[in-house]
T-cell receptor
Framework: KNEVEQSPQNLTAQEGEFITINCSYS?????LHWLQQHPGGGIVSLFM???GKKKHGRLIATINIQEKHSSLHITASHPRDSAVYICAVLPQAWTSGSRLTFGEGTQLTVNP | NAGVTQTPKFQVLKTGQSMTLQCAQD?????MSWYRQDPGMGLRLIHY???????DQGEVPNGYNVSRSTTEDFPLRLLSAAPSQTSVYFC???????????FGSGTRLTVV
C-alpha cells in the first residue's frame, strides 16, 4: 500500500462544477504539497499546508492532520483546469525537504 | 528569473551509452532533487542534495550518480543506460521542506 493515496484516479466534470480531489496518507507529516501537472508535462506547486486551509483564486486546499487527510477543491471549474493534480507529503522523520513522497495523481478533465 | 532549468527536454540513448541530465537553479535553494515519473507509479526520488558537497540516495538510486559542487547545479549521470531507465525525469529545488518546490520542465528519456 502506498504511503500516499489519492482519489479519484480520474475525474471528468462539466465546466462550472465544484470539484474535490482527496489525498490520504499513512505517516506523520510535517507538510503536504499539492502540485499541478499540465498536459505539456510541467509541474507547478499550488499549495503547501501544515494545518488548516489555504485559498488561491478558485482553488482551496484543506488538511486534517488528525485524520491524515487533505482535499483540493476547485470552484467554478474551467477547461483550463484540466491537468493531473498530485499530492505529496514530507514525513516527520525527515527534516530535509527533498524526501517528498508522492501520490500517483488525479487526472482531471473539465469539458466545456 | 529562470527558476529551474533542465536540459535536454528529449533524449534517445542506446543501451550502454552514458549521458548527463543537467539541472540548474538561480534561486539560491539549498535543497535539490531528481525524480523519475513512470505511468501508474507517481514521482519517485532518485537522489537528493541538501547543499553543496552533500548528496544522498533516494528511493531508486541504482544506475544513477549525482554530484553537487555548487549551490546552483545538480547534474544526474546515467553511466550505462538501460531500457528500464526510460522515463520522464524532473529536477526540483526548494529553499526548505516547509516552502514550495520549483520543478524543471522535465526530460523525456528513451533508452532503446
Amino acid at each position: 500500500k502506498n504511503e500516499v493515496e489519492q482519489s479519484p484516479q480520474n475525474l471528468t466534470a462539466q465546466e462550472g462544477e465544484f470539484i474535490t480531489i482527496n489525498c490520504s496518507y499513512s505517516v506523520g507529516i510535517s507538510a503536504l504539497h499539492w502540485l499541478q501537472q499540465h498536459p505539456g508535462g510541467g509541474i507547478v506547486s499550488l499549495f503547501m499546508l501544515s494545518s488548516g486551509k489555504k485559498k488561491h483564486g478558485r482553488l482551496i486546499a484543506t488538511i486534517n492532520i488528525q485524520e491524515k487527510h487533505s482535499s483540493l477543491h476547485i470552484t467554478a471549474s474551467h477547461p483550463r483546469d484540466s491537468a493531473v493534480y498530485i499530492c505529496a507529503v514530507l514525513p516527520q522523520a525527515w527534516t530535509s525537504g527533498s524526501r517528498l513522497t508522492f501520490g500517483e495523481g488525479t487526472q482531471l478533465t473539465v469539458n466545456p | 528569473n529562470a527558476g529551474v532549468t533542465q536540459t535536454p527536454k528529449f533524449q534517445v540513448l542506446k543501451t550502454g551509452q552514458s549521458m548527463t541530465l543537467q539541472c540548474a537553479q538561480d534561486m539560491n535553494h539549498e535543497y535539490m532533487s531528481w525524480y523519475r515519473q513512470d505511468p501508474g507509479m507517481g514521482l519517485r526520488l532518485i537522489h537528493y542534495s541538501v547543499g553543496a558537497g552533500i548528496t544522498d540516495q533516494g528511493e531508486v538510486p541504482n544506475g544513477y550518480n549525482v554530484s553537487r559542487s555548487t549551490t546552483e547545479d545538480f547534474p544526474l549521470r546515467l553511466l550505462s543506460a538501460a531500457p528500464s531507465q526510460t522515463s520522464v525525469y524532473f529536477c526540483a529545488s526548494s529553499y526548505a521542506g516547509r516552502y514550495g518546490y520549483t520543478f524543471g520542465s522535465g526530460t523525456r528519456l528513451t533508452v532503446v
